[in-house]
């Protein structure tokens, strides 16, 4: 039985990893951040399991800042596979956050590279990083050749992560992965997130709970997939050899406003009565024209995304409005 270790593993992407490695019969050991101790609304339905639960499902409470409480499970779990997903994630905040984004998302990436460095049979790494480390590209689509130039601190901090790993696979022999995947979605998506965001108040209006969105760029793009199949190319990035590189992306881009429209047709309302601009909440440095060519994952790793953009903001609708209680 393969063991796999998981930072973030209470995330949207760390929970569906969870779910796709144990479903492939691996032993699975994760980090959740200190502060929410094992309150875990994205793994409840596998805590829960005992079949699973302490048996093949190991939680240990940890902070990426605290190097000990990091290295004493990693060595004691002694996995094959590290998946590390951990990091201040949210780009919009990551200029609010700016120190604290560099130095957990960044050299978060640098202390978990130092402490396998030196075993005798490293694990194999993967590390996430995204889209944001291509900036304001010139070219689209991009792709694991297109330089490295980011416009956000969350970007800064990713590119550090992503060239520190290259640096450890050439310079240390670390078999050591970039998955730069680009935005993806799912039900389990943070509230701070915008798709998210808009799924919840379209669900929050239909119940009367709440009369209006606001929203910044509403003709702001993005390359949208679905985090279940992202985390599928994670996998399979780690199962091929040699370690190299990959992006993850649909190469389609999508508009904030027709996550608006699919969200509010789904939820029966005119979005337009509801939802009001607000410049404020446009980015200060907002890149444009992200979109991915994952060609070489295509070829590679046989990995393609298998859920469409309305069904990701159809999955999300339905998910809100189960929650609320609301009948579409």
């Known amino acids: 039985m393969k063991r796999a270790f998981i930072t973030g593993i209470e995330g949207q992407d760390g929970s569906y990893l969870a779910e796709l490695l144990l479903e492939k019969d691996y032993e699975v050991h994760g980090l959740v951040y200190r502060e929410n101790g094992l309150n875990v609304p994205n793994l409840e339905h596998l805590v829960r399991d005992g079949r699973i639960?302490?048996?093949r499902l190991y939680l240990y409470p940890a902070d990426l800042d605290d190097s000990d409480s990091v290295r004493v499970p990693l060595e004691q779990s002694a996995p094959d596979e590290i998946y590390h997903l951990a990091g201040l994630s949210h780009v919009g905040q990551s200029f609010e956050?700016?120190?604290a984004t560099c130095r957990v998302?960044?050299?978060?990436?640098?202390?978990?590279?130092?402490?396998?460095?030196?075993?005798?049979?490293?694990?194999r790494f993967f590390h996430a990083s995204s889209s944001e480390i291509f900036g304001d590209p010139?070219?689209?689509?991009?792709?694991?050749?297109?330089?490295?130039?980011?416009?956000?601190?969350?970007?800064?901090?990713k590119a550090f992560g992503t060239q520190i790993s290259q640096v450890y696979r050439k310079a240390f022999g670390l078999f050591t992965v970039n998955g730069i995947s680009f935005n993806h979605e799912s039900p389990r998506r943070g509230m701070n997130f915008v798709t998210r965001k808009i799924c919840r108040a379209a669900a929050a209006i239909k119940s009367g709970k709440q009369k209006e969105l606001v929203l910044g760029d509403l003709g702001a793009?993005?390359?949208?997939g679905h985090a279940r199949d992202?985390?599928?190319?994670?996998?399979?990035?780690?199962?091929?050899?040699?370690?190299?590189?990959?992006?993850?992306a649909t190469g389609r881009l999508h508009s904030v406003q027709e996550v608006?429209?699919?969200?509010?047709?789904i939820a029966d309302l005119d979005w337009r009565r509801h939802v009001k601009h607000d410049p404020k909440l446009s980015r200060p440095a907002d890149p444009h024209h992200l979109v991915g060519n994952a060609a070489k994952?295509?070829?590679?790793?046989?990995?393609?995304?298998?859920?469409?953009f309305e069904q990701i903001i159809t999955e999300m609708m339905e998910a809100e409005l189960a929650a609320l209680s609301v009948k579409s």
């Open 53 to 55: 639960y302490q048996k």
């Open 97 to 99: 956050k700016v120190e």
């Open 105 to 123: 998302t960044g050299f978060g990436t640098l202390r978990l590279l130092e402490m396998i460095r030196t075993w005798p049979k490293p694990p």
């Open 138 to 157: 010139e070219h689209a689509p991009q792709d694991e050749t297109t330089p490295v130039a980011p416009v956000t601190p969350y970007g800064c901090a």
């Open 221 to 224: 793009q993005r390359d949208w």
């Open 230 to 248: 992202y985390v599928r190319g994670m996998w399979l990035a780690l199962q091929h050899d040699p370690a190299e590189d990959f992006v993850f």
């Open 260 to 265: 608006v429209e699919i969200a509010f047709q």
């Open 297 to 308: 994952a295509r070829r590679l790793l046989n990995w393609q995304p298998e859920t469409t």
